[in-house]
């Protein structure tokens, strides 16, 4: 079962905001089986909306529109619909009542502006939109389905969830989709792939291998597809198997969490606690900790130490060691890290100082000089990496390497 995504408005193809609404259908329509062959993004033109559904039904079993139902005239979609399907125009009661409902709970005047939501092309099935104004138009139109819903991502979520795929799976008669994601740092997607070529190789058909690599980590996704879902499962456990014995130094994960995720779930596990001494990151690898809900029970807490000065006070840097070594050395980030450790009393701690750019290279030490320690209660090890000239990327690259030199530290002391 194929099915294609189409958003509207000018807002998502300007910028203005950003479609998040697709990556969450695609991820709920692929748990019932349903495979999302494509993404369109239209503006608020009926021109245009009617080009994209035109193409679409030639691609795909069932067409998901949102955006472009609000009460206003930039929001075209309903009309566009109803000279699409050739449907003229009719007042739905029930969404009217409904409308009418919300306004007097509000205590708000309803002018006609508003009754216009409960006009709906005439052969639709209306479905009711229990947490906004406009409603759901389901279409099943020579052998395709196409549904409308509002783009206001919170009334979206609950239509899909309580109504459009639970009919969705009654229609049809969909396969399991099964997808398995081993996650890998330290290692390039290329030698990856080099290390894991054999297995792969002898993959059946229906199973699919993805690389999926981010700045120093590649996601390793298997999926399957089939009537069976127990079998499915255990060929593909047999196979993540297979590719984590071959690659077992590298692997962060055996299911799709981000890398410092992967770290903390290992930590609370064991009941160890974490700090961080960050300069040129700013904050970058506590924040990545802290969007985690139950980071507390790991995280401490950390500083972000810029100057010499809060070096020295807050982390216990010593003096004759920064006029010496400089803030980009081996020299200061191990004493950033100990102190770390020392002062917020932690079982590990990550330290991080560097040029991040665009601006402060010398002689020696480029823009992307980087020096990273990790500091444990019996021991302390550290790195020098050198990044590019951009400084967005030498942070996020920053952070990735300290976790990953977190992550190795962690599996030779639990080992």
């Not at 759901?136 to 919170?154: H, L, N």
Request: glycine content about 8%; overall charge negative.
């Amino acid at each position: 079962m194929l099915a294609e995504i189409i958003t509207i408005g000018d807002e998502i193809l300007i910028g203005q905001i950003v479609d998040t609404n697709s990556a969450w259908m695609g991820r709920e329509l692929n748990k019932i089986g349903v495979s999302v062959k494509q993404i369109t993004s239209v503006s608020d033109d009926a021109t245009h909306i009617i080009q994209a559904l035109d193409e679409a039904k030639k691609r795909v079993d069932v067409i998901l529109i949102t955006g472009g139902l609000g009460p206003t005239k930039d929001d075209v979609t309903k009309l566009t619909l109803s000279k699409y399907f050739n449907m003229p125009l009719r007042r739905d009661e029930a969404t009217l009542a409904h409308v009418t409902a919300i306004f007097d709970r509000l205590n708000r005047p309803m002018i006609e502006m508003n009754r216009k939501q409960a006009d709906v092309p005439d052969g639709c099935t209306v479905i009711q939109n229990k947490n906004g104004t406009a409603p759901c138009m389901w279409f099943d139109v020579e052998g395709k389905i196409f549904v409308s819903m509002p783009g206001v991502p919170f009334e979206m979520m609950y239509l899909m969830e309580e109504e459009i795929l639970p009919r969705l799976k009654s229609a049809f008669d969909l396969p399991a989709i099964i997808h398995q994601t081993i996650l890998t740092t330290g290692l390039g997607e290329s030698f990856l792939a080099q290390q894991i070529e054999d297995i792969e190789d002898s993959l059946p058909a229906y199973i699919k291998l993805a690389y999926l690599p981010k700045l120093g980590q590649v996601r390793l996704r298997l999926s399957a597809m089939g009537k069976d879902e127990i079998a499915l499962k255990a060929e593909i456990n047999s196979y993540v198997q297979q590719i984590v014995d071959r690659v077992r130094p590298y692997v962060a994960a055996e299911e799709d969490v981000a890398l410092e995720k992967a770290i903390l779930d290992q930590m609370k596990a064991k009941n160890l606690t974490l700090s961080t001494a960050e300069s040129c990151t700013g904050g970058y690898i506590s924040h990545l900790i802290t969007q985690h809900a139950g980071s507390s029970a790991v995280f401490a807490g950390g500083a972000v130490a810029y100057s010499y000065d809060l070096k020295e006070s807050i982390l216990g840097v010593k003096h004759e060691t920064l006029t010496e070594f400089g803030a980009v050395s081996e020299q200061t980030v191990k004493e950033m890290a100990e102190g770390a450790i020392a002062h917020f009393k932690t079982d590990y701690a990550i330290a991080v100082s560097g040029i991040a750019g665009p601006d402060g290279g010398m002689p020696g030490k480029p823009v992307g000089t980087v020096w990273i320690a990790i500091a444990s209660q019996h021991q302390t090890v550290a790195k020098l990496f050198t990044f590019g000239e951009k400084r967005i990327q030498n942070i996020e690259r920053s952070a990735t390497a300290a976790l990953t030199m977190l992550l190795n530290l962690l599996k030779q002391d639990l080992n």
